[in-house]
């Protein structure tokens, strides 16, 4: 069970420290909406992650794969695309901040109108940003496909699974957690984070998805 655990945490990890989904999270949490939103986006941030991974879990235990001398060729190619992608999502995020380096950094249209969201629109913002955002689900993808082939009795999978959620949800649980128990006190470093991530979120996502890739395409060759 630790090796499941452990070739899914850092890309759990990675899901945690994005930084659009936290800006929307801490956006919906100053909006007059702050508890039913945020609680809201919290439900449905946990359900795309777990869908993603679950679905992903289930075809690679259906899915044949082979070993060919000792190597997955199957599990290595899925990885070594993956890492791929995510290095050239990268490549792409590193030549936006350049762009905006002597500007402004721009975030999303769709932030402008997020502190009118209620519960379940927050829900479906949640579910989008988590399980349809691209990096999102290639990091979904390589966990599910990495839980699937390994072999593990399903007990240590759920387990595995458990963990990967809870670390990848992490960033916007605090938050919420935060307002539910600080209210407006919270709002001050929340606001600061907020300013900084606007700031500084298509730097950090390229670094993100940089050393995610690398992690991914290091395990896909070692599949062979």
Do not use: C
């Not at 997020?114 to 399980?131: E, H, M, N, R």
């Not at 990848?168 to 919420?176: E, G, M, N, R």
């Amino acid at each position: 069970m630790g090796d499941a655990i452990g070739a899914v945490l850092p890309l759990a990890v990675g899901i945690a420290i994005s930084p659009i989904p936290i800006i929307a999270a801490i956006l919906l949490l100053v909006s007059p909406k702050a508890r039913t939103a945020g609680g809201g986006f919290a439900v449905g941030w946990i359900v795309g992650i777990l869908t993603v991974v679950v679905l992903f879990l289930v075809f690679a235990a259906v899915i044949p794969s082979p070993t060919v001398g000792g190597t997955r060729p199957v599990q290595g190619t899925i990885h070594v695309v993956v890492g791929i992608v995510l290095i050239g999502l990268s490549v792409r995020q590193f030549r936006s901040a350049a762009r905006t380096r002597n500007g402004d950094s721009e975030l999303p249209a769709w932030m402008r109108a997020i502190d009118s969201l209620g519960f379940w629109d927050a829900v479906g913002l949640g579910v989008l940003l988590a399980a349809v955002n691209p990096k999102n689900l290639l990091l979904g993808a390589a966990a599910g496909i990495a839980l699937g082939s390994s072999g593990v009795r399903v007990s240590e999978a759920a387990v595995a699974i458990a963990v990967y959620v809870l670390v990848a949800a992490s960033t916007i649980l605090v938050p919420i957690i935060g307002v539910l128990v600080a209210g407006d006190r919270a709002h001050q470093p929340l606001d600061a984070l907020r300013a900084w991530l606007e700031r500084e979120h298509t730097v950090i996502m390229g670094f993100v998805l940089l050393i995610l890739g690398v992690v991914v395409l290091s395990k896909g060759i070692a599949y062979f």
